[in-house]
């Protein structure tokens, strides 16, 4: 029952939305669920364990499984039942602050899907093949540089290109009136 | 603009996800446009996104598409936009399997690992070595080496992690970062040093000094990756193990020490660590368990968990150490997470008096349906233990169990609950009645082949023995009339037994087995054509023969000895005897269940280790022709545990020759012996006949020695002997680091406990499952009887481990387990002599002043029942 000292802690961890739908999902073991169907079929398990109640840690074929939701979105994080839970919460908390802090704490499906690019970035820096690379959120935020895109701040940058090109017009018009 | 369109298309596609009805061909058109310039970042950002994320829903992509698309991402690299360029390295990744000649990305990632940016170094790193194999490893070698001392955290940590992942692919190339490490391992940086320590662990697991040294170190400087020190303890736990260091060992009083370090992380991996230890006192248990206390009233439900978790696993060994805790453990049983709830309850059903069982109980089942299958078979397991402590609740347990057995679940948990019922019927003799009668229930509505035939091969052995065997019958037979091939089979098997212990009932079974002669499976047909034909005789030796207790040779056993028939066709019919016998069954390993680990992998008949022997000992040359193996026993300790050289012995019994086996380990790493054998002296007339040494014993690669030796023919009561034994051996030394060895040697020798052979490794267990009938079938030609007095014996429990482990014979009926408060008691055992004559002893013990002890001993041969006699006396 021992564990062999290893750093591979971490076997998977998925994002889902309020239905169980899988927006993003990495294993790290290739031994367990080699298929996508075995995949999916664990993720809807653990979803429909999971998702009524916020208990933080569940326990399901054979898996430690921490868990946390915001909003429309379920993070996952899951280990071996020997693990240490605490390490595998660490690893939870640092994606999920990760992803808030770069979303402004908008953890909601949409903006997670508007930024899904720095949503991969994030989790590439903090696992790397179940290896934790990175527990510490402002670390990961610095690593990724990400800037963020959201819609109403795109619509004002659009406003000003108007304005801008709008005034050439302008001036352009007032220079051919002379 | 385009951005601005491109949004309002996936508006309208899908209200909340751009991505969902994202096309791969639509896709991979617009991976077009990577190919453009100027290169515009955020559109080319965008359709790499939505690649990653269809890879990521598992879209199948072919070779050559995939190959197109990477192709044309390479020329991405021109682009200066960070996050595009950092897409770039995931698509390298994602791809690495899936797209062909992705080395050709060799050289952009090389300069951007060695390039200014620092932002690009780490994934870039990580990228390359993905995409590496063996042989290109060694151009970019010398850059790894740099990366991994290098000042910048990012970088050093991707470098480690991705030589650890190198590890499994070139050990060897890797092997010679190790100092590059070693400084890594030095780092202000809490990653980078945690990183280091688990490289440098796994290149040096194998070299038990190496990991000591690093142990030492680490743990005297102090680490300060609260992950490093979980790493550090994992290792010293292993260490302990693997050397059974005792408690006083400076690694245990790390782990200890851990116990008050500033992470909750570290706290509980060497609370758990602790508890995990093999033969831990109560006294060495208690700072952990204290703890474990304090974070059961956590805020923290993954806390909470983890240490009602692991006081659940302290609970099954040492339940009074866990006793401090059940005020914590009463406020957990209505924790919102069912979970925690459960292991509670069931850490208190544990470690509570017999009077709080009934509350548990019923706090249990009021939510037994919310939670998930693992756990409801850690609530069997739990109920298990408590029925094997107070027998007098079993109606209770019972009552709760058939509940359970009517609801879903799956597989494992049905098999859970089944084996505690069976359990609980074969230490309670009260409960028997119920027990079964909810089983057959159980089967009316059963779909699991396995439980279904296992229930009724115990309908088939108890149900006989009840007062009213009959009503079983009906239940039996609608088997026959429902189920698949197995099952029916099974029930065929089952009312044989019945026909042949109730007379009564023969009429009626003959009846039905007639019937069953007609069934469509060759199989029942089989079984009910042969039953028939023995009940009809109405003799008892045939019954016990062919109906109560079946063959009791080892299966693969049989399978190799009837090939070798077949290979070699005589005259002679096929010999029962020749088959090595199968090992008995080793039914005490109830209290040691994984708490919750469900096995996923299939059970397989695994072949017993006497089989291996048998094979290992069969490919000696010297060793042909002794006839099948009978007997081996467990391993005897030559040795102190702490000596130059470690030696145990197995003794292999065949019918007229006896070989020993030395296990020898050389914990010298200076020396290196060579031509190792072990003298051997007997006391007796016993001819030792040959020696086959050991060739060459270099240092902790253990290796075997052995020794061939004839039984005396003349005498056949002298089953016992003493041997003194001697290692012989040339010893050269050798230096300690490259293990070359000297030109010469020296002879040398070593002495070694002497080794007893006893009665007990000329008789090998036989479990007969109705003791009675082989009572019988036996007979008494060849009956001894003889009374002894056992001074210095005070309790029956004593008395009858002493003659079981003496005689080393199979204890029948259960009749190993002494009721308490009596004081007689009838002992039933079992075994086959060497030579293949079936003994069995009935010892009927009384309690008085000391032990009294009648025993009578049947067997097929004369001899055999006086060696017995005489070795007991």
């Known amino acids: 029952l021992c564990l062999e000292p290893s750093l591979y802690t971490v076997k998977a961890v ?165 | ?207 038990r000094l190496a990991v000591t040294k690093m142990l030492n170190k680490f743990t005297k400087s102090g680490l300060k990756s609260p992950f490093a020190y979980c790493m550090m303890i994992r290792i010293a736990s292993k260490l302990l193990e693997e050397t059974e260091g005792g408690h006083d060992s400076p690694l245990f009083d790390f782990i200890e020490s851990c116990l008050r370090n500033k992470h909750e992380m570290v706290v509980y991996e060497a609370a758990s660590a602790i508890v995990h230890m ?166 009316e509505d059963c779909e699991h082949t396995v439980l279904a035939t296992k229930i009724l091969h115990l309908l088939g052995k108890e149900g006989p023995r009840t007062p009213t065997p009959s009503k079983y019958i009906r239940f039996i037979f609608n088997r026959v009339v429902l189920e698949s091939e197995a099952v029916r089979a099974a029930a065929v098997s089952a009312l044989a037994k019945f026909g042949a212990q109730n007379d009564d009932l023969l009429p009626s079974v003959l009846v039905l087995m007639k019937r069953c002669m007609m069934d469509s499976d060759d199989e029942v047909r089989d079984r009910a054509t042969f039953y028939m034909n023995v009940l009809q005789q109405k003799q008892k030796a045939l019954n016990a023969a062919y109906i109560f207790n079946g063959l009791s040779v080892s299966v693969p056993g049989l399978e190799k000895s009837l090939h070798q028939y077949t290979l070699e066709p005589s005259e002679k019919p096929f010999d029962m005897k020749t088959v090595p016998l199968a090992t008995a069954p080793i039914t005490e390993q109830k209290t040691e269940i994984a708490p919750v680990a469900t096995s996923k992998l299939p059970e397989k008949l695994a072949p017993s280790r006497q089989d291996i022997y048998q094979e290992q000992l069969a490919a000696i040359p010297e060793f042909k022709g002794l006839g099948p193996l009978f007997k081996s026993s467990e391993p005897v300790q030559l040795t102190e545990a702490e000596t130059e050289y470690v030696v145990r012995c197995i003794k292999h019994t065949f019918a007229n020759h006896m070989i020993f086996q030395f296990d020898c380990t050389n914990t010298l790493n200076d020396q290196l012996l060579q031509r190792v054998l072990v003298q051997m002296e007997p006391s007796e007339a016993y001819e030792v006949l040959n020696y086959v040494p050991a060739p060459s014993l270099p ?84 009956e001894k009887e003889e009374t002894f007095a056992l001074a210095t014996v005070r309790t029956l429990d004593e008395a009858v481990n002493n003659i079981i482990s003496f005689l080393g014979m199979q204890p029948c009926e259960r009749s190993d387990k002494v009721p308490e408060n009596k004081n007689s008691h009838v002992l039933f055992l079992a075994g086959v002599f060497r030579g293949g004559h079936d003994v069995l002893v009935r010892a009927r013990l009384a309690l008085a002043d000391g032990v009294t002890m009648q025993v009578t001993v049947r067997s097929t041969d004369e001899n055999v029942v006086d060696v017995i006699l005489a070795s007991v006396g």
């Open chain 1, 14 to 178: 998925f994002i889902l939305d309020n239905d169980g739908n899988r927006l993003l999902s990495k294993y790290y073991d290739p031994e367990l669920y080699p298929s996508m169907k075995e995949q999916k079929n664990f993720e809807l398990n653990v979803f429909n364990k999971t998702h009524k109640a916020d208990n933080e840690i569940a326990f399901l074929e054979g898996m430690t499984i921490v868990y946390k939701s915001s909003i429309d979105l379920f993070f996952y994080v899951v280990g071996s039942a020997q693990e240490n839970e605490l390490m595998l919460m660490a690893v939870l908390n640092c994606l999920f602050e990760s992803v808030s802090q770069m979303l402004r704490k908008n953890v909601e499906k949409r903006t997670l899907l508007d930024n899904m690019d720095g949503v991969f970035l994030v989790v590439d820096e903090i696992i790397d093949g179940g290896v934790i690379l990175e527990s510490d959120p402002q670390q990961v935020i610095e690593k990724v540089n990400y800037r963020v895109r959201d819609c109403v701040e795109e619509q004002i940058s659009l406003c000003n290109e108007l304005t801008v090109q709008l005034s050439d017009v302008t001036k352009v018009l007032q220079v051919s009136s002379f």
């Open chain 2, 278 to 443: 093999p033969n831990c006192t109560a006294r060495e248990l208690a700072p952990a368990v204290s703890v474990l206390q304090l974070f059961c009233s956590s805020p923290k439900a993954a806390l909470r968990y983890a240490a009602v978790r692991t006081l659940n696993k302290v609970a099954m060994k040492h339940p009074s150490a866990v006793t401090a805790c059940n005020l914590d453990l009463e406020n957990l049983i209505t924790d919102s997470n069912r979970s925690i709830a459960t292991l509670a309850i069931t850490t208190l059903l544990k470690t509570g008096s017999e009077s709080s069982v009934d509350r548990l109980m019923k706090q249990i089942s009021s939510f037994v349906s919310e939670i998930s299958d693992e756990f409801k078979v850690v609530v069997v397991q739990a109920i298990s233990a408590l029925c094997q402590k107070y027998p007098r609740k079993h109606s209770v347990m019972m009552n709760f169990l058939s509940n359970m057995l009517r609801d879903d679940g799956g597989f494992e948990y049905k098999r859970a609950i089944v084996d505690c019922i069976i359990s609980i019927i074969e230490e309670n003799p009260e409960s028997k009645e119920t027990g079964l009668a909810h089983l057959c229930e159980f089967i």
């Open chain 2, 1 to 207: 603009m385009i951005k601005k369109f491109d949004k309002k298309d996936e508006e309208s596609g899908s209200g909340s996800n751009p991505f969902q009805h994202l096309e791969k061909s639509a896709v991979l058109q617009e991976a077009r446009i990577f190919n453009e310039t100027p290169i515009n970042p955020r559109r080319c950002l965008h359709i790499l996104t939505k690649i990653i994320y269809l890879l990521n829903q598992g879209e199948h992509f072919g070779t050559t598409e995939a190959t197109e698309a990477f192709f044309a991402m390479t020329r991405l690299f021109q682009s200066n936009d960070q996050t595009l360029r950092r897409m770039c390295y995931l698509t390298i990744k994602e791809m690495a399997n899936i797209s062909e000649d992705v080395i050709i990305v060799t050289s952009s990632l090389t300069k951007d690992m060695t390039g200014k940016e620092d932002v690009y170094r780490g994934p870039a790193i990580r990228a390359l070595c993905r995409i590496t194999d063996t042989t290109m490893l060694q151009a970019i070698e010398r850059y790894m080496k740099q990366a991994i001392v290098d000042k910048v955290p990012s970088v050093s940590s991707s470098a480690l992690v991705s030589s650890l992942h190198m590890v499994k692919m070139s050990f060897d190339v890797v092997k010679r970062w190790v100092n590059e490490a070693q400084e890594a391992a030095s780092s202000d940086n809490i990653m980078v040093q945690y990183h280091a320590l688990g490289l440098l662990y796994h290149l040096r697991k194998n070299d």
């Open chain 2, 699 to 782: 240092y902790s690669q253990p290796s075997s020695c052995y020794s061939l030796v004839r039984l005396p023919e003349d005498d056949p009561t002298a089953v016992s002997c003493t041997f003194s034994c001697t290692m012989k051996y040339l010893v050269r030394d050798c230096d300690p680091n490259t293990g070359e060895p000297d030109d010469d040697g020296y002879d040398d020798e070593y002495v070694l406990e002497d080794l007893e052979v006893t009665v007990a490794d000329h008789i090998q267990k036989v479990l007969k499952p109705n003791f009675g009938a082989a009572w019988d079938e036996i007979g008494d030609d060849n």
